[in-house]
């Protein structure tokens, strides 16, 4: 059973930091990408950034300049760094990771249990 859990959420003011962290466990052989998504009320979830299994990293642009994705490949782990909080950066964030539980596996999509960032102004 895999299992992603994160951690660091909370409250903040604007224009301070945050960082948020998750990592994976149980039967894990491969991650391909990892990717941090964030939720408002009665809104889709939409993807804040992502890192490969190679490094390369995507942020949207609400985020860019600001949030910085990294990940510990011999963790298991990936970190979310936000600065430059704004109030509309308030959500809960989930983390996602693409991955093959065992060798021969088709990959497939696990998730967080979520964390929230409150931002206030």
């Known amino acids: 059973q895999v299992q992603l859990v994160e951690s660091g959420g909370g409250l903040v003011q604007a224009g301070g930091s945050l960082r948020l962290s998750c990592a994976a466990s149980?039967?894990?052989?491969?991650?391909?990408?990892m990717n941090w998504y964030r939720q408002t009320p009665g809104k889709q979830r939409d993807v804040v950034a992502t890192?490969?299994?190679?490094?390369?990293?995507i942020y949207a642009d609400s985020v860019k300049g600001r949030f910085t994705i990294s990940r510990d490949n011999a963790k298991n782990a990936v970190y979310l760094q936000m600065n430059s909080l704004k109030p509309e950066d308030t959500a809960v964030y989930y983390c996602?990771?693409?991955?093959?539980?065992?060798?021969?596996?088709?990959?497939?999509?696990?998730w967080g249990q979520g964390t929230q960032v409150t931002v206030s102004s």
């Open positions: 996602n990771a693409r991955l093959r539980p065992f060798r021969y596996s088709d990959p497939r999509d696990y």
């Open positions: 890192i490969t299994s190679g490094g390369i990293t």
């Open positions: 149980g039967s894990i052989f491969s991650i391909n990408a």
